[in-house]
């Protein structure tokens, strides 16, 4: 539910920005998105008192000189502990994974951009759309119609005890953005002779990278 909320923010955001932007001036896109995130703001410092102690450090009570010496003796104990040892190391492997996996998901704010902007005709199944519209919110509006449905998956999975670990979830999830890079890399074959390609092969391939982010987001993340 988290995670389907942001993404439609994301998605009426995606949307917004570009209209407004090639429409009007960039300088209204970005300052629509700021607009937004001081609302944000606003909403978090009204709301902030319901999340209890959500977030709130464990050493925050502490004075702040004996609070730097707890934190460094946290972790020098977790170096002595078999099982936090090996937590901490899983943890930081997964992170760099994870630092690989979002370096390549978010070529959309770069070369997908420029991409769909100089090489991509504006029809979508039935429709005419700015194929940086698509660029923009596709992952979003695929997020959330999907993360309900592998929710449940991964639900329905747990309790025959098949669902996959977080390890085997990050493996398919960079296995999946391989195989949508493919994708993005067969616009090519459906390009004609202005260099002018289908912006339904582009939509599919954020299909499958979004398949890919849900098999490592939030669920990895989290963990």
Same mark, same amino acid.
């Given at each position: 539910v988290f995670?389907a909320?942001i993404?439609?923010?994301?998605?009426?955001?995606g949307?917004?920005?570009?209209?407004?932007?090639?429409?009007y001036g960039?300088?209204?896109a970005?300052?629509a998105a700021?607009a937004?995130?001081?609302l944000?703001?606003i909403?978090f410092?009204l709301?902030?008192?319901h999340?209890?102690?959500i977030g709130?450090?464990?050493?925050?009570?502490?004075?702040?000189k004996?609070?730097?010496?707890s934190?460094?003796?946290v972790y020098v104990g977790a170096?002595?502990?078999?099982?936090a040892r090996?937590?901490?190391?899983?943890a930081?492997?997964?992170t760099l994974f994870?630092? !690989?996996?979002?370096?390549?998901?978010?070529?959309a704010g770069g070369?997908?951009?420029?991409?769909?902007q100089e090489?991509l005709?504006?029809?979508?199944?039935?429709?005419?759309?700015?194929p940086?519209i698509v660029?923009?919110?596709?992952?979003?509006?695929?997020v959330?119609?999907?993360?309900?449905i592998l929710g449940?998956?991964?639900l329905a999975?747990?309790?025959?005890?098949?669902?996959?670990?977080?390890?085997?979830?990050f493996?398919?999830g960079? !296995?999946?953005l391989a195989v949508?890079?493919?994708v993005?890399y067969?616009?090519?074959?459906?390009?004609d002779e202005?260099g002018?390609?289908?912006?339904? !092969?582009f939509a599919?391939?954020?299909?499958?990278v979004?398949l890919a982010?849900?098999c490592i987001?939030?669920?990895?993340?989290?963990?």
């Amino acid at each position: 539910v988290f995670y389907a909320g942001i993404n439609l923010g994301a998605f009426f955001g995606g949307v917004l920005c570009v209209w407004l932007g090639k429409g009007y001036g960039w300088n209204y896109a970005f300052a629509a998105a700021a607009a937004v995130m001081v609302l944000g703001l606003i909403t978090f410092l009204l709301t902030k008192k319901h999340l209890g102690p959500i977030g709130n450090s464990p050493l925050a009570n502490i004075a702040p000189k004996k609070r730097l010496l707890s934190e460094i003796a946290v972790y020098v104990g977790a170096l002595t502990d078999r099982i936090a040892r090996r937590k901490l190391f899983a943890a930081l492997i997964l992170t760099l994974f994870s630092i !690989v996996f979002f370096a390549l998901f978010e070529q959309a704010g770069g070369s997908l951009a420029l991409f769909a902007q100089e090489n991509l005709h504006n029809k979508l199944l039935f429709f005419t759309v700015d194929p940086n519209i698509v660029n923009n919110a596709a992952n979003s509006l695929y997020v959330i119609a999907f993360s309900p449905i592998l929710g449940v998956l991964w639900l329905a999975l747990d309790k025959k005890r098949l669902n996959p670990n977080t390890v085997i979830k990050f493996a398919i999830g960079f !296995v999946l953005l391989a195989v949508a890079f493919y994708v993005f890399y067969s616009c090519r074959f459906f390009a004609d002779e202005n260099g002018m390609s289908s912006l339904n !092969v582009f939509a599919l391939a954020y299909l499958v990278v979004t398949l890919a982010e849900l098999c490592i987001s939030p669920i990895g993340l989290s963990m």
